[in-house]
């Protein structure tokens, strides 16, 4: 009796634990240090810009962008990785695990289009990589769940969110080499597709546990 008590405490931990944010952190930190030790072939290979999608047809680096960090700014990847992992554990613990990837895998790729707009647009073709696309997905999708919650997602409120995504978008105007059309892509992207995702799942009777439950 004692060890199965034992066992059921055990896998309560574990499911507290936001495995998504966890492993997505993780990947994240290594495939930085492996940086550190490649040279820029990884960032020949993975990083984005518009001119990889209309000349090479290299679609894949609207995903593999997402994934690289300035391996001379170990800044670049703490700010990204401390977004990611407490704002990520509060979304995917609202919304669950699937949705949780959706959101952060589809604002990330909707930064890099609003991103590759912007070059089209302005004829200012540059190189980019970071998470930070996926990340204020992340933060869009937080603020619409605080917002739809009325505060009760950890106990943030409106006025909270909203100085933090304020302050968030000023840091990024203000400095130089930040890509701002993804960050707003990202953000916009994941605030409607984290109202998608609670509709579909309340229409379909997924609101137990992991759902966005009103």
Known sequence: MVKRQTYRYQDHKYKDIPWCSAVLTAINVVIFL??????????NEGQF??????????????VTSM????????????????????????????????RYLTLFFISGICGNLLS?????TTGDFYNSYGASGAVFGLIGGLLYLVIIKKGRAAQISIQRMLLMIIFSLYS????????????????LSGFLLTFLLC????????????GCGY
């Open 34 to 43: 492996v940086c550190k030790f490649t040279g820029d072939w990884l960032y």
């Open 49 to 62: 810009s518009v001119l990889y999608l209309t000349h090479s047809r290299e679609y894949y680096r609207l």
């Open 67 to 98: 994934f690289l960090h300035d391996k001379y700014n170990i800044g670049h990847l703490v700010n990204n990785m401390i977004l990611l992992y407490f704002g990520g554990e509060i979304v995917e613990k609202t919304i669950g695990s699937f």
């Open 116 to 120: 590759a707009i912007y070059e089209l």
């Open 172 to 187: 990024g105007f203000r400095s130089t080499m930040v890509n701002n059309a993804a960050h707003l892509g990202g953000l």
């Open 199 to 210: 509709h579909i799942g309340r229409s379909m009777g997924h609101d137990g546990d992991g």
